[in-house]
Each structure stands twice: as structure tokens, then as C-alpha cells.
């Protein structure tokens, strides 16, 4: 009996009725059922995230920052949300009203941009009030679990964002910051330069001074000396006093009957200046009336003439004609001279009466002095006699003030020892303050003062100082296509696991002929083979051209798969042909503990180390890996390795096979009837 003829006669026994045929077929779409549905189905989540409500709730008011300009943060993060529609936003209006959402299930998570949003983005300009803005989040797992992960992403990327734009701006405003106190040391150095000039200019000035205190010195030696003769002055003043209170004491005498003298001519001229004005007012009255007369008589001419005009007695030009005539002898005849002589009279009188009016004031004043000029020489007469006092006591002060000179002598002496002690000081200073000028124009030299490109340039790398240059050696195109291989791997096991539940590992005929154990072992095996072929074709058939894997190298991906299927049927089939119904059980052990080691969806280093030995043995790991360098492109040196590693397991698997055909060689009752059967 070869190995074809007992594969073949299974595969017949297999399909020998309706039946039996469907439950082939859908053994078959097992793997398709399992990995391509789970992968159409989660071919790209995140690509229909905006089918997920979620609140937004805008609460900030916007604040202004130092330079004035205003920032409404919170309303620009909700613009750039919106316009994203990576999720359906719904606005909200209060924080409560969103949370209660979340908490229902309404929205799937919240984010809430509180009322301090801007105002704390801009705090940092102020190093008493500096806060961080906060983003508010409220989710659920009770919606979804995974869901708090993507928001965490999100909002990291809100987060990032904004803190790089703020922190941009923050930047830039602390290099003109530095421009600021760059000018400012600037002006601090000209300002230092200034105050060494004016302390050198005070170093010249304090030199200029001792040599005056060295004059002074000198002038209080020749003040004494001419305090000495001030004393000397001071007896003869003396004297002279004495002298003046007696010549005042005469004229004291002779003036005593001044004022009854100075009142009678003060009277006589009031009299007179009283007579002058009764005089001019008469002269002004007659003037006044002679004008007056002038007047009436032309306004009766004028009414004369409008009446004879009005009786045709004579014409309008005759009546301008008298009124001219009349004008003209008024102003030039007899009548004129006559007056311009009355009126030249009456300006003299005036200036009569003005003048002895001036006279009478004045003889009045005259007479009010006399007696306050009488009563001054009797004051006079007293200071002098009080000056002749006071000159006596000057001269008995001046040995003091002669006293005092010696002192102001020695005293402009240690004035002038202190000025020479304030030149060498000054002097110092003088030198201090120069250094002290070039050391800030040196400082001010390396305080950075950037121009406007170069702020902007520098902002933003100090508010992203770290860029990441991503470079993809292989790239998933999906999330699907992330996680395909780790399913159609799972996929394919999991499918030829189901081909024993209707396949026999091994014939009650094959075992019942004269056959060697290894044809009966690989006989049992191809059917499992064939089957798996075709479950790992139609698997990849269906995963590249209905869900569009494309696979940078889709033949090889192929014949990897089957080369997975005949390792995977291998052990399959040997462990179920070695222990029966309870290598199933084996199987399924083998399947959860691939799962949970062969690093499909975390890197396999993250398990605990005892799965690390299991990833190492189990082959699920290893097709997993080999599926990704295929299928995303990237290096291949480790395909023949693993290809390798499975026919290695096909060989284990199909020793196993072997051991068992030599062991059910020997029929027992537990063969005839088994404790259990699955």
C-alpha cells in the first residue's frame, strides 16, 4: 500500500456522500471565516472614527496677553477639531451636561476646555501667576475600553500642539525679552560711560578744589590780618557815630515848626485849585453849547431844505448845494476861527485847572510828610544816638570776630588736607567707574540680541526642541494590515484544528495493513495537508484581492502560508494521532499558549518571561514575523531560517505521527472501546 493510495482513500472516504462534501467545504472556509472576516471587520478602525459621538464643551473666555493681543485658545483647539472630524463632535454647553452624556452612553468620551484655558496659556508671561492650562477628559471604559486609549493619543497631539504654538510664542517673547535687555545694557554702558566722564570731570574738579582750599588757606591768614584793622575801622566808626547824633539833635530843633508851615500853604492852594475848576467848567459849558447851537442849526437847515424840496420851491441839488454852503462857512469862515479859538481857550483852562489841582494834592502830601518827616529826624536822632551805641559794642566785638579769623585760618588749613584726600578718592573712582563702563558694553556685547528671523527661528526649536525623523524600513498600510499576519496565522491553525474533528490522524485500515509506519504516518497526514493547502490558498486569495492586503511579496507570502500549513497539519495531525482525543485538548492548549506568546499584537518581549521560552519553541511566532517581513517589505535574509524551522516542525510532527502508527500497531482494549472519546 503506497502513501498516495492511503491519503487518497481517506480524501474518497472523506468525500463519499453530500454530506461529508459540505462538511469538507466548510471545514475549508474556516480560516477564511475567522481571519479575513475578523480582518474586514477591523481592517481600518481608526479610518471610521468620525462615526463615534463625542462631546465638546468650550468654556474659555479668551485672555490677553502681555504685548496686548488677544487669545482665544480654546475656540481655536475646538476649529481644529471640528475641522479634523476625526471624531463626530457634538457641542455641548455646560461640563455637567457632558459628563452625564458619557456617563449614559450617549457621547463615548468628553473633552472639556475650562474657562482659564488662554488665561493660563499666557501666564507664563507673568512669573508670579504662571499656570498650566488644562484639557479636561472624561471617559468610560464601560463604552469601550480601547477607546480611552485612542482619547489619550488625541489629546496628547491637542496637548503637543498647543503647547507648541504657546510655547513658541512664549519664546519669541523671551528673546525680545533678551533684545530688551540687550538695548537696555547698551544704554546701561553709554550711561556708565557718561558717569565716567563726569567722575573724571569730578577728579579734575576736586583738583581744581584743593588748590582753591590751598587759597583759602592762604586768604584766612590775610583775612586776620585784615580783621586786625577792621577792629582798628570799628574805633573810628565809633567816634563818627558820635558825632552824627549830635548834628541830628540840632536839626531836631530847627524843624519843629515845619509842619504848621507846610499846612497853611496846603490850604492857600486848595483855594485856588478849587476856583480853577468852577472856571473850566463854566469855559467847558460854553464850548459844549456853541456846539450844540452848531448842530441844531444844521439839523434846521436840513428840515428847511426837505420842506421847500417838498414844496418845489427849489430842487434837491439846490438844498445839497446850501447845506454844502453852509458846511463850508461853518468850517472855514469867521464862525470857525471863532470857535477853534473858544475851544483852544477852554484846553488851556483845562490844563489851568489840571495843574493847580496838581498843586493842591501836592501842597496836601507835602503837608501830611511834613510831620512824618519831622517825627524820621527824631527817629534818625534816636538811631543815632543808638548808632553811636551800637558802633561802641562793634567796636568791643571785633577782638572776637579778630578771635574767630584765627580759627577760620586753621580750620581752612584741615580744609585743605581733607580736599587733597578727596582728589585721591575721586581719582579712584574716576578709574572704577571707567572699568565699570566697559565691563557693561562687554556684558551688553554678549547678551543675545536676535533679529526678528532669527527669533522666530530659535521660538520654535525651544518650544519643540526635539523633532523625530521617522524613518518606515516597513510600514503597515492599515491597521488591518497590522494585524493580518498575526490572524491569518491564527487563522490557519485554528482551521486545520477543526479539519480533526471530521479527519482521522491515522486509518483503522492503514493500521491494519502490512504497510511500514512511516507510509501509514504521512499516508494520514496528506489528507490534513491537502485541506490545509486549500484553506491557506483561498485565505490568501481572499485576504489580497477582496480586502486589498497587497503584499510587497504576494507569491512568497503564499508559499509561506502553505509552508505554515504543512506545519502546522503536521503537528496537528501528529499530536492527535500520538494521544488521541485528549491531544486535541493538547492542541487547544498549544493554540492559547501561541496566543499569548507569539507577539501578534504586543512585541513578544513585553510577556512575562516564562512565555519567552514558549515563544522560542512554539512555531506560531515564527511565521508570524516571516509573514510580516513579506507582506510590508522588509528584509528577507530570515525566510530561509524559518522556512527551515518549519520543515523542522514537519518532521517533528510527522515522527510523531509515526510514533503513533506504532503504537496503535498494538490493539488493546482501550483501543477497541476508549475511556473518551471527543
Do not use: C
Amino acid at each position: 500500500m503506497t502513501v498516495l493510495r492511503l491519503a487518497r482513500s481517506e480524501l474518497k472516504r472523506m468525500t463519499g456522500g453530500l454530506l461529508p462534501k459540505l462538511t469538507i467545504l466548510a471545514l475549508t472556509m474556516v480560516p477564511l471565516l475567522y481571519g479575513a472576516v475578523y480582518l474586514y471587520a477591523n481592517w481600518d478602525p481608526y479610518g471610521n472614527l468620525d462615526q463615534i459621538d463625542a462631546a465638546l464643551v468650550v468654556e474659555d473666555t479668551g485672555a490677553s496677553s502681555s504685548d496686548g493681543t488677544e487669545l482665544r485658545a480654546g475656540d481655536k483647539v475646538a476649529d481644529s477639531l471640528l475641522e479634523a472630524h476625526l471624531f463626530n463632535w457634538q457641542s455641548v454647553a455646560t461640563a455637567e451636561a457632558a459628563d452625564q452624556g458619557v456617563s449614559s452612553g450617549k457621547y463615548a468620551f468628553a473633552l472639556k476646555i475650562p474657562a482659564d484655558f488662554s488665561a493660563n496659556l499666557v501666564s507664563p508671561g507673568s512669573f508670579d501667576s504662571a499656570s498650566q492650562a488644562m484639557l479636561n477628559v472624561t471617559t468610560n471604559d464601560a463604552n469601550n475600553y480601547l477607546l480611552s486609549t485612542i482619547v489619550d493619543k488625541l489629546t496628547t497631539a491637542v496637548h503637543n500642539t498647543v503647547a507648541k504654538d504657546v510655547g513658541e510664542e512664549t519664546a519669541n517673547q523671551l528673546l525680545t525679552g533678551f533684545g530688551t535687555i540687550h538695548s537696555q545694557m547698551v544704554k546701561a554702558g553709554d550711561g556708565a560711560g557718561q558717569l565716567a566722564d563726569g567722575i573724571a570731570t569730578l577728579r579734575d574738579g576736586t583738583v581744581t578744589l584743593h588748590q582753591g582750599t590751598t587759597e583759602l588757606s592762604s586768604g584766612a591768614g590775610e583775612l586776620y590780618a585784615g580783621q586786625l584793622k577792621l577792629r582798628d575801622g570799628a574805633n573810628q566808626l565809633n567816634a563818627g557815630a558820635g558825632q552824627l547824633s549830635s548834628g541830628l539833635a540840632q536839626l531836631k530843633d530847627k524843624t519843629a515848626s515845619l509842619p504848621a508851615s507846610a499846612q497853611a500853604l496846603a490850604d492857600g492852594a486848595s483855594q485856588v485849585a478849587a476856583g480853577n475848576a468852577q472856571l473850566n467848567t463854566k469855559v467847558q459849558d460854553v464850548v459844549t453849547q456853541l456846539e450844540a447851537a452848531d448842530q441844531g442849526l444844521r439839523t434846521r437847515l436840513i428840515a428847511t431844505n426837505s420842506r421847500l424840496v417838498d414844496s418845489k420851491v427849489i430842487t434837491q441839488e439846490q438844498a445839497d448845494q446850501i447845506l454844502a454852503d453852509f458846511d463850508k462857512t461853518a468850517s472855514t469862515g469867521p464862525v470857525a476861527d471863532a470857535k477853534a479859538k473858544i475851544q483852544k481857550d477852554a484846553a488851556q483852562i483845562q490844563q489851568l485847572a489840571d495843574g493847580s489841582a496838581a498843586v493842591s494834592a501836592g501842597a496836601a502830601q507835602l503837608a501830611g510828610a511834613t510831620p512824618a518827616l519831622k517825627d524820621a529826624i527824631v527817629q534818625a536822632s534816636g538811631g543815632a544816638d543808638q548808632l553811636s551805641a551800637g558802633s561802641a559794642t562793634l567796636a568791643a566785638g571785633q577782638q572776637s570776630a579778630l578771635d574767630g579769623a584765627g580759627r577760620l585760618s586753621d580750620g581752612a588749613v584741615k580744609l585743605d588736607d581733607g580736599a587733597g584726600q578727596l582728589e585721591a578718592g575721586a581719582g579712584t573712582a574716576a578709574d572704577g567707574s571707567r572699568t565699570l563702563a566697559d565691563e557693561i558694553a562687554k556684558g551688553a556685547g554678549q547678551v543675545p540680541n536676535p533679529d526678528d528671523s532669527q527669533k522666530s527661528s530659535l521660538s520654535k526649536v525651544i518650544a519643540d526642541p526635539v523633532s523625530v525623523s521617522n524613518v518606515s524600513q516597513a510600514k503597515a498600510n492599515s491597521y488591518g494590515a497590522g494585524l493580518a499576519p498575526f490572524f491569518l496565522t491564527l487563522a490557519l491553525w485554528i482551521g486545520i484544528f477543526m479539519l480533526v474533528q471530521a479527519m482521522r490522524p491515522i486509518t483503522q485500515r492503514a493500521l491494519a495493513s502490512n504497510a511500514p509506519a512511516w507510509k501509514i504516518a504521512v499516508g494520514g497526514w496528506l489528507p490534513f495537508l491537502a485541506v490545509s493547502v486549500v484553506q491557506a490558498s483561498l485565505l490568501t486569495l481572499v485576504v489580497d484581492l477582496a480586502l486589498g492586503l497587497n503584499p510587497a511579496h504576494p507569491v512568497l507570502m503564499w508559499l509561506f502560508m502553505l509552508a505554515a500549513a504543512m506545519a502546522f497539519s503536521a503537528i496537528i495531525q501528529g499530536v492527535v494521532a500520538l494521544l488521541g482525543s485528549p491531544g486535541k485538548l493538547v492542541v487547544l492548549i498549544l493554540l492559547v499558549l501561541q496566543l499569548v506568546s507569539s507577539g501578534g499584537t504586543f512585541p513578544w518581549q513585553t510577556t512575562p518571561t516564562p512565555l519567552h521560552v514558549v515563544h522560542e519553541v512554539l512555531p506560531m511566532g515564527y511565521v508570524v514575523t516571516g509573514m510580516r517581513h513579506l507582506i510590508y517589505g522588509a528584509d528577507l535574509s530570515m525566510i530561509v531560517p524559518t522556512l527551515l524551522g518549519l520543515l523542522g516542525y514537519t518532521l517533528l510532527g510527522a515522527a510523531m505521527s509515526t510514533l503513533a502508527v506504532r503504537k496503535h500497531k498494538f490493539w488493546t482494549l482501550k483501543t477497541l472501546k476508549p475511556e473518551i472519546a471527543v
